[in-house]
């Protein structure tokens, strides 16, 4: 079954929630984002599932009118694997935060991105446990001081980039969501790539993290440069290795069979083939 394309208006994806993160949260221009993605595709609600984990970011699903599932912390990248698995005609996007994505559900995200699931995982990342009060996360700096690191955090952040990198993700991307036309343009062409596609947006958390801020993006992030080759592995990796400045767009593009591809071929295999192996067992055990 094809997903049907029409003309579409914003407030088709829109649910009658209200979001309901603090003023000023990076992840109302996420939102907003992922509303443009999706009536520039011109999917019918019924046809996209979103799937979220635990934390500010993760409420994502109820601000939409599509089908969704709040999962447990960590989680959903599972089910997103079951749902993208079971129905193949479902478009699959994934919604979660740095503290979902890489602490917690750091094995899942890293088989997904191995197996290359045919899926979408916009990661909203501020750099601090907003939910939770704002204790030091994943991808937060060295010395970060919070009410669970007063003297600052010893550990050493996280580079998502170059763990979605390493890890096999075939799309790799980064976005501020202070520039949300630019967040829905990732997502559009996460959504279209076959495999998987990590869009990590710095999302500023106005209410717990005051380093991360919107003026702090503003004066440390820059485009990729054009000349940039996104099949070229080992150039990503360099570009996410740079810390001055902060490079946005995307770092990095391969195209191949999806995990999805391989389900469908073992399949069709297995019923091809099934004359031929019933007969080498009737002749073996014959």
């Known amino acids: 079954m094809a997903v049907e394309l029409v003309q579409r208006t914003l407030d088709e994806y829109k649910s009658d929630e209200k979001p309901t993160w ?21 999917f ?10 635990i934390g500010c970011s993760s409420r994502l699903p109820y601000f939409m009118s599509t089908y969704g599932f709040h ?25 979660g935060g740095d503290g979902d994505a890489f602490a917690i559900g750091a094995g899942h995200f890293v088989h997904a991105a191995r197996r290359n699931l045919d899926i979408t995982y916009v990661i909203m990342d501020n750099a601090t446990y907003g939910l939770t009060k704002g204790q030091a996360s994943p991808t937060s700096a060295v ?3 919070s009410k669970s690191t007063p003297q600052g955090t010893p550990d050493r952040p996280i ?16 976005a501020f969501s202070g520039k949300p036309k630019e967040v829905a343009d990732l997502i559009v062409r996460g959504i279209d790539h076959k495999g998987f596609a990590v869009i990590d947006v710095y999302s500023p958390c106005p209410t717990f993290n005051r380093v991360n801020t919107f003026q702090f993006y503003r004066e440390e992030i820059a485009p990729i440069p054009p000349e940039h080759d996104v099949r070229d592995l080992i150039a990503a990796m360099r570009l ?3 810390q001055d400045p902060l490079y946005v767009g995307l770092f990095y593009q391969c195209e191949g069979e999806s995990f999805e591809d391989h389900i469908a071929a073992q399949i069709q295999g297995t019923e091809e083939n099934a004359p031929r192996l019933l007969e080498s067992l009737f002749a073996r055990f014959s």
């Open 143 to 145: 010395g970060y001081v």
């Open 22 to 42: 603090c003023p000023g949260c990076g992840d109302f221009g996420v939102l907003n984002a992922v509303y443009n993605a999706l009536r520039i595709k011109g």
């Open 240 to 242: 996410a290795e740079q």
């Open 159 to 174: 580079n998502p980039i170059m763990l979605a990198l390493a890890c096999g993700a075939t799309f790799v991307a980064r």
């Open 71 to 95: 999962s447990i912390h960590g989680r959903a990248m599972p089910v997103a694997t079951g749902i993208r698995v079971a129905n193949p005609n479902l478009k699959v996007l994934v919604f």
């Open 44 to 53: 019918d609600p019924k046809d996209v599932v979103a799937v979220s984990g």
